[in-house]
């Protein structure tokens, strides 16, 4: 019954070092796209035309809730809050962000 019981434990700890690795492994992958996904972002907005305005905005909202899974929507509220002021002079922009509920702290 021993042998039975030490088997299992080792199954169960293999499989949560397993599970850890993937997810050190997804978050590692996450952490190189993210300044890819900001400068891709950062080109759209350039652009300043309406449909760029719009992939930008469904991006940026991707990369909330990314950051909503990962704990660090605080973060993610620092970069918008500085997107929107280096922008603001963009009321397109500003309007398609709002709309999104893509409001930095300092406004809402």
């Known amino acids: 019954?021993?042998?039975?019981?030490?088997?299992?434990?080792?199954?169960r700890a293999e499989r949560e070092r397993r599970?850890?690795?993937?997810?050190?492994?997804e978050e590692t992958r996450r952490e190189r796209e993210?300044?890819?996904a900001r400068?891709?972002?950062d080109l759209m907005i350039g652009t300043r035309k309406p449909g760029e305005y719009d992939a930008a905005v469904e991006l940026l909202v991707d990369l909330r809730t990314a950051a909503e899974?990962?704990?660090r929507l605080e973060e993610f509220?620092?970069?918008l809050t500085s997107l929107r002021r280096e922008?603001?002079?963009k009321p397109s922009l500003m309007d398609r962000l709002?709309?999104?509920g893509l409001v930095d702290r300092v406004r809402s």
């Open 34 to 36: 993210r300044p890819a």
């Open 19 to 25: 599970a850890a690795a993937l997810r050190a492994e």
């Open 77 to 79: 509220t620092r970069r």
């Open 39 to 41: 400068e891709r972002v």
């Open 1 to 11: 019954m021993a042998e039975l019981l030490d088997a299992a434990a080792e199954r």
């Open 87 to 89: 922008h603001s002079r």
């Open 98 to 100: 709002d709309r999104a």
């Open 69 to 71: 899974r990962v704990a």
